[in-house]
């Protein structure tokens, strides 16, 4: 029978010590902040010299609960927090072109209108996402291939809702903030974080990534994909397949060409990513360059 380590042999645990702490009589000296435990006192963990602890605690959180939980392979699906499923769009639409027919003079309601529009032919990727979260999970073993987004709306809601409704596990790496985040409900409860930095959030993106599709997206989203773009180029991470969805949106919005006409970015880079237009092409990409059996 295996033995266990000295700490469980002859030490109390945390939780012991933590449950003893708060025994103490009603005194001065044990109501003073100074007496808690260090682990037990909030005021002294947020601290702006505790910043060193806080960032591991938050790189060593989500680490031991994905251990815990058999998690060793991802597929990170990043994209916008704004685009809705059809559904959505389409009765966004119906409104806005009822609100036009009544006022149709109105600047505002015509830019409303004119969005709606957008909304509506930008619901496809929604679906999209959907779909392959869809066939990630299907395709692979439950603990072979799991999607992983930034568990909030919009595309990362889309992908969350794929793994759901096909039975599979998801991981949503939600991030604080003043407004637009909060847990999308098709993420798995146990795999569902929260994060105050965003840059060990970004790194648990990557830690067990095997392959990245980046949906049109925002500021967050073109963080997320230069960084990843960055780490490839200077082999700070192995090389894995990086899809660009929607090729017209990302050739409106980023010039590739002439980052390597202006000799900023080698020719070669340009093979870091591919674009992609449909769930199925994506999926035919990935479970042809992901090493191991899916």
Known sequence: MQSKPASKRFFPSARDDAHAAGLHPDSPQCRSSSYKLAFQDN?????????????????MKPELVQNEMHI???????????????????????????AARDNG????????????QRDMDNSRY??????????????S???????????GPGIMEAANR??????????????????????NPYITPELCFQFHYFAI?????????????????GFGTLDELFEALTLIQTRKIKPMPVLLFGQQFWQNIINFDA?????????????IFSYVETAEEAWKILSGNIEGPL
Not at 126 to 139: M, N, T
Not at 203 to 215: G, P, Q
Not at 259 to 270: Q, Y
């Open 126 to 139: 929604y679906e999209e996402a959907r779909k392959l979260a869809g066939f990630i999970s299907l395709h």
């Open 259 to 271: 980052l390597v006409a202006e000799g900023t970015i080698s020719p070669k880079d340009l093979n």
């Open 72 to 98: 060793l392979s991802t597929i990170v699906i990043f994209g916008s927090a704004r685009m809705v499923d059809r559904a959505t769009a389409e009765a966004r639409l119906v409104s806005a072109k009822s």
């Open 43 to 59: 005021d002294f963990l947020l601290k702006d010299d505790l910043r060193p602890v806080r960032l591991q605690l938050e790189l």
């Open 201 to 217: 959030r970004k790194m648990h993106f990557l830690l067990r990534a095997k392959a990245l599709v980046i949906f049109p997206g």
């Open 141 to 151: 073993s439950r603990d072979r291939l799991v999607v992983v987004t930034g568990g």
């Open 162 to 183: 794929g793994a759901f409704e096909s039975g599979a596990q998801s991981i949503g790496l939600n991030i604080v903030l003043p407004f637009e985040q909060e847990p």
């Open 105 to 116: 003079e109105d600047p505002e309601i015509q830019r409303i209108l004119n969005q709606a």
